[in-house]
C-alpha cells in the first residue's frame, strides 16, 4: 500500500463523515467498507478479486456499471394486416369484425445468449378464446433484430423485420428457441375474432412473457377495445 493510500485510509472522515477518536472502530469500520463493495461489485458479474485495498475496488466498479444495469425490456401492439395500429375495432350482430384480422406484436430487447419461450394469452391457439389463430397457415413468426431496431409497432413501410421463422403457438408459448448473442426479439401472431356479436362496448387484453426456464424475464400487455355496430 501506497503512502498515499494509507493517508486516505488513516482519515476517519472517509468513512463515517466526522472523527472516530477510537482506533479499533476505525479498524472495524475500514474492514465493513470494504466488504460492502466487495459485494457490491459482485451482484450478477461473477467473482471480482479485490487487490489494492478501497481504491483497487473503484475501477471494476465503473468497469462493470454498464453490464449492472443492463436487462431485458418488453412491449406489445395490436395492429390490422395493413400494419396500422389498433386501439378500438367494431363488430356486426354477425359476430363479424373490422377490421377483419389482426396482428398481436410482443417485442423483447436486450436479450442475451441463452434459450427461451414466447407466450401470448389468452392462448390463441384455444378455440374457446375471442380470438384465434388465424385459419390457412402463416399465423406465427419470430424475428431476431440487432440491438434497438426492433419498433413497438412496425409500420407500413417496414411491415416485417429481418429472418422471420415461422412458429406456432399452443398453450405452452412458443416452442424454446436459442440466441447465440444479445438481440432484440419479436414474435408476430396472426389472429381472428371469433368472440360473436357484443351486447355493449368491451375490452379484450392480451399480455405476453419472455422465459428462460420456469422464470418469467419480462412481461408487457396490450388492451384493445370493441364496440357493437
Same mark, same amino acid.
Given at each position: =500500500?501506497?503512502?498515499?493510500?494509507q493517508r486516505e485510509i488513516s482519515t476517519p472522515r472517509h468513512l463515517a463523515g466526522g472523527d472516530v477518536p477510537n482506533p479499533g472502530r476505525r479498524k472495524f469500520l475500514i474492514g465493513a467498507a470494504i466488504t460492502a463493495t466487495a459485494?457490491?461489485?459482485?451482484?450478477?458479474?461473477?467473482?471480482?478479486?479485490?487487490?489494492?485495498?478501497?481504491?483497487?475496488?473503484?475501477?471494476?466498479?465503473?468497469?462493470?456499471?454498464?453490464?449492472?444495469?443492463?436487462?431485458?425490456?418488453?412491449? =406489445?401492439?395490436?395492429?390490422?394486416?395493413?400494419?396500422?395500429?389498433?386501439?378500438?375495432? &367494431?363488430?356486426?350482430?354477425?359476430?363479424?369484425?373490422?377490421?377483419?384480422?389482426?396482428?398481436?406484436?410482443?417485442? %423483447?430487447?436486450?436479450?442475451?445468449?441463452?434459450?427461451? &419461450?414466447?407466450?401470448?394469452? *389468452?392462448?390463441?391457439?384455444?378455440?374457446?378464446?375471442?380470438?384465434?389463430? %388465424?385459419?390457412?397457415?402463416?399465423?406465427?413468426?419470430?424475428?431476431?433484430?440487432?440491438?434497438?431496431?426492433?419498433?413497438?409497432? *412496425?409500420?407500413?413501410?417496414?411491415?416485417?423485420?429481418?429472418?422471420?421463422?415461422?412458429?406456432?403457438?399452443? %398453450?405452452?408459448?412458443?416452442?424454446?428457441?436459442?440466441?447465440?448473442?444479445?438481440?432484440?426479439?419479436? $414474435?408476430?401472431?396472426?389472429?381472428?375474432?371469433?368472440?360473436?356479436? $357484443?351486447?355493449?362496448?368491451? &375490452?379484450?387484453?392480451?399480455?405476453?412473457?419472455?422465459?428462460?426456464?420456469?422464470?418469467?424475464?419480462?412481461?408487457?400487455?396490450?388492451?384493445?377495445?370493441?364496440?357493437?355496430?
Open positions: =500500500m501506497s503512502d498515499h493510500d459485494a457490491t461489485v459482485g451482484v450478477g458479474v461473477g467473482t471480482v478479486e479485490a487487490r489494492g485495498g478501497i481504491s483497487g475496488l473503484i475501477r471494476p466498479i465503473s468497469q462493470f456499471h454498464g453490464q449492472l444495469s443492463q436487462q431485458i425490456t418488453s412491449s =406489445m401492439c395490436f395492429e390490422d394486416t395493413g400494419y396500422s395500429q389498433v386501439l378500438q375495432f &367494431t363488430v356486426n350482430s354477425k359476430g363479424q369484425s373490422q377490421p377483419g384480422s389482426f396482428f398481436i406484436w410482443f417485442t %423483447a430487447r436486450n436479450v442475451p445468449a441463452g434459450t427461451y &419461450t414466447i407466450s401470448i394469452t *389468452p392462448d390463441p391457439g384455444d378455440a374457446t378464446t375471442p380470438f384465434r389463430l %388465424a385459419s390457412g397457415g402463416n399465423n406465427g413468426f419470430l424475428f431476431v433484430e440487432s440491438l434497438a431496431q426492433a419498433a413497438d409497432c *412496425p409500420t407500413s413501410t417496414d411491415p416485417n423485420p429481418a429472418s422471420p421463422t415461422a412458429v406456432s403457438h399452443t %398453450a405452452d408459448g412458443v416452442s424454446p428457441f436459442t440466441l447465440t448473442a444479445t438481440h432484440d426479439v419479436q $414474435l408476430k401472431v396472426h389472429v381472428d375474432y371469433s368472440g360473436g356479436a $357484443l351486447t355493449g362496448p368491451t &375490452t379484450f387484453t392480451f399480455n405476453g412473457s419472455i422465459k428462460s426456464g420456469a422464470n418469467t424475464l419480462s412481461s408487457s400487455s396490450v388492451t384493445v377495445a370493441a364496440k357493437p355496430k
